[in-house]
């Protein structure tokens, strides 16, 4: 190599050094920019956790938990919203993932694409963006006057179903969608049916990201107050409904989705809207543990995918 | 067997590499890569070859906890492209590489061929369109698509996928550049197109190749390093590697004993 050709290589690098410091400028706004925008949503969040928590703060103790609602504000306790946010979340869990599920499937895997399909996949992802008191509205004339429900936990199971049932839907047809074709013309290859298919491949592999928007939904619907006060849920409850397990066979009984009841979101806004500052800080401590209660729930969902998904490659 | 009138483009001089799990995947590795010369990298899977291709642009340095040690000398400026001073994208500027499978962009053929020009800051719109036409002739894909330069990419066929990432690699003027299998998802004819081209970029600039044809590599290459379980085990002009190879486990590779 000559020494000129050798000059004008090293010419060009520095002319290529010069041009990666002035891009790298741009590499660095944005970061700090990002990192702004991030600390703006990030800190103004925590601040609230923060002070939810401080002012809360003298509830935090086992008492609050095991006392039932009070006129006296210092002996006032979450029991029968706890227990009734328990309840009526068993029965949206176990309405909203049969249907959801199951619909997502079949739309997925079983309905013929053409205008039809397509009109009703708009219509569930439209579904998820109602307004939740539209839900309530639907709830009331439905399942508490038609089905002659009451203002039972059944009532508030299933509305809140209803509401997280497009959630649902959703994420399992994504969950479905993630897996590669190839893996369906494996099995069927081999002689599957499409439920063989479905059940033995597409149900297992789409766990993890079905299992995700499930706990998402129900994060959702914990916090839900506005559809539940539309369906008349009571807001001072100085009892448990009934208890789900018997000591006579056959050892379970269902009076309790009968039964009135409250829940966190409710009790919370009950207390908060009273004169007396004391309890105020009953309504701060409740909504520390609803963000808490929902973190956690919001935890074990990416904790699920990320070991779901562990043991799949595509 | 070493011809010393070909300068060197670059060298590896002792190179070990860590991936971020502690895995030492490459060990002690000597090796030049001669100015205007195909070098091909054989061996059977999981032995390094990639790893070793990806440490020549610093691929590695996407991935946080990756380790290099020892150095890869570019000449004629004697930078050592893996020092922690020298930015991995100056590196990239001079290297460029493509991959196993064609991985065009979303975009039109003319995009995907402008944009590493678009990278580097040329907005003159005849230079790019000169810049364009003189990759896509390099990468013997202009007559296929010169009617067609604002089509999306993904309507060209596996073949001319592939050599539109080659004119988009092309396209910037690199000193070196980088094959990782290029033909392994394409056809005979198209690999056989893939092959002549290389053989014509040559004239321009320095290649190395990672390959699991044996034929390929003795059809295509100008000399051939076989690697086995991280380490350089033979080097040497490709007809010697393949006709007089000295090392008998390179013999068991080469006619199919072994791998």
């Known amino acids: ?314 | 067997m070493v011809n010393i009138t070909t300068p060197i483009k670059a060298e590896a001089r002792d190179l070990n590499f860590f991936y971020s799990n502690g895995n030492q995947a490459l060990k002690s590795i000597n090796m030049p890569l001669y100015e205007k010369k195909i070098t091909a990298l054989i061996g059977p899977s999981g032995c390094g070859k990639s790893t070793f291709l990806r440490c020549f642009n610093r691929m590695h340095d996407l991935y946080p906890g990756n380790k290099y040690q020892g150095q890869i000398v570019m000449h004629p400026d004697n930078t050592n492209i893996l020092e922690a001073g020298v930015d991995p994208i100056e590196v990239r500027m001079r290297i460029s590489m493509v991959f196993q499978k064609p991985n065009p962009f979303p975009k039109t053929i003319y995009e995907n061929v402008a944009y590493g020009l678009r990278v580097r800051d040329e907005k003159n719109k005849r230079t790019l369109d000169d810049k364009v036409e003189e990759a896509l002739k390099g990468a013997a894909l202009w007559n296929e698509v010169k009617d067609r330069l604002q089509d999306l990419a993904f309507n060209l066929s596996g073949g001319q996928q592939q050599r539109l990432c080659i004119a988009r690699a092309l396209a910037t003027d690199p000193e070196i550049m980088l094959f990782d299998e290029p033909t392994s998802a394409l056809d005979p004819i198209a690999t056989a197109n893939i092959e002549e081209l290389m053989s014509e970029l040559k004239e321009k600039l320095t290649i190395l190749v990672v390959t699991h044809n044996m034929q390929q590599a003795a059809r295509v290459s100008d000399y051939t390093a076989y690697m086995y379980l991280g380490e350089l085990m033979e080097y040497g002009d490709t007809n010697q590697i393949f006709t007089r190879p000295t090392r008998k486990e390179t013999e068991d590779y080469i006619t199919g004993k072994f791998g």
């Open chain 1, 1 to 314: 190599m000559t020494t000129e050709m050798k000059a004008s290589v090293l010419k060009n690098l520095d002319a290529v050094r010069a041009m990666i410091r002035r891009h790298k400028r741009n590499d660095m706004l944005f970061a700090m920019v990002g990192l702004v925008a991030l600390m703006l949503g990030l800190l103004t969040l925590l601040t609230l956790f923060i002070d939810l928590v401080m002012d809360g703060y003298p509830r935090f103790n086992l008492q609050f938990f095991s006392d039932f609602p009070s006129r006296r504000a210092g002996s006032a306790g979450l029991l029968s919203a706890w227990v009734g946010s328990a309840l009526v979340m068993l029965v949206t869990f176990l309405t909203a993932v049969p249907v959801g599920v199951a619909a997502g499937l079949y739309l997925e895997e079983y309905a013929p694409k053409n205008w039809f399909s397509d009109l009703i996949e708009i219509n569930v992802s439209n579904l998820a963006g109602v307004p939740s008191i539209i839900y309530g509205l639907l709830a009331l004339g439905l399942f508490v006057y038609g089905f002659n429900f009451g203002q039972s936990i059944l009532t508030a199971g299933l509305t809140l179903g209803l509401l997280i049932l497009p959630i649902v839907i959703v994420s399992t047809r994504e969950a479905i969608r993630g897996i590669p074709v190839a893996i369906r013309e494996a099995a069927y290859a081999v002689g599957a049916t499409k439920w063989q298919v479905v059940s033995d491949h597409v149900v297992k592999y789409s766990q993890g990201g079905i299992l995700t928007g499930v706990i998402i939904g129900m994060s959702r619907a914990i916090g839900e107050t506005a559809p539940i006060i539309t369906i008349g849920a009571l807001t001072f409850i100085a009892f448990l409904p009934p208890s789900p397990i018997s000591d006579v066979a056959p050892f379970i009984n269902f009076q309790w989705l009968d039964s009135g009841f409250t829940v966190l979101p409710i009790q919370m806004f009950n207390w908060l809207s009273r004169p007396d500052h004391a309890f105020h800080i009953n309504a701060a401590a409740t909504g520390a543990i609803i963000i808490v209660v929902t973190l956690l729930m919001n935890g074990t969902a990416i904790y699920l995918r990320y070991k779901i998904r562990k043991n799949i490659k595509w």
